[in-house]
């Protein structure tokens, strides 16, 4: 049996949630959050609690039991609380602006980069150098603050880039002089 499958999900008080067939509708003070399950799992709510069970013991069935599981975690946790993560602008000249629900970064280039939020993630200048991306739905987060930093990766010889605020950069020794 998984490991992770076999917890039940506790649900916070205030949180709705709605299982049709395979369809989940998960409601709470932030949100609303939908997913499907796939075929092979099922989900029960009872007594405040959601227990994910699997029909068979094929091995992507057994994936799928855990996965499961913490997707309609996450979405609990994502209605109740939200998900945040903070990035962090390194480099001489590197600097973010609040411009609307967009940030727009000076990062090097000869043009400012305008990154634009997707519906349901809110994306927020706290300084010059520090963002921060938060929303109820943690993949999206996640997927933005990625998509941020890909514009320009922390480099390993200065640190400089956009990184995570918790990313530790390995840096290099540069040349040496004979």
Known sequence: ??????????????????????????????????????????????????????????????????????LLANMVTGVNQGFSKSLELVGVGYKAEQRGPAAQLAVGYSHKIICLPPDGVTIKVESPTRITISGIDKQLVGETAASIRKVRPPEPYKGKGIKYSDEIVRRKAGKSAK
């Open 1 to 70: 049996m998984s490991r992770v499958g076999r917890n039940p999900i506790p649900l916070p008080a205030g949180t709705k949630v709605t299982i049709n067939d395979r369809h989940l509708h998960v409601k709470g003070k932030l949100g609303e959050l939908e997913w499907s399950l796939p075929k092979c799992i099922s989900a029960v709510l009872e007594d405040n609690v959601i227990v994910v069970s699997r029909i068979g013991e094929a091995k992507h069935e057994r994936a799928l039991h855990g996965l499961s599981r913490a």
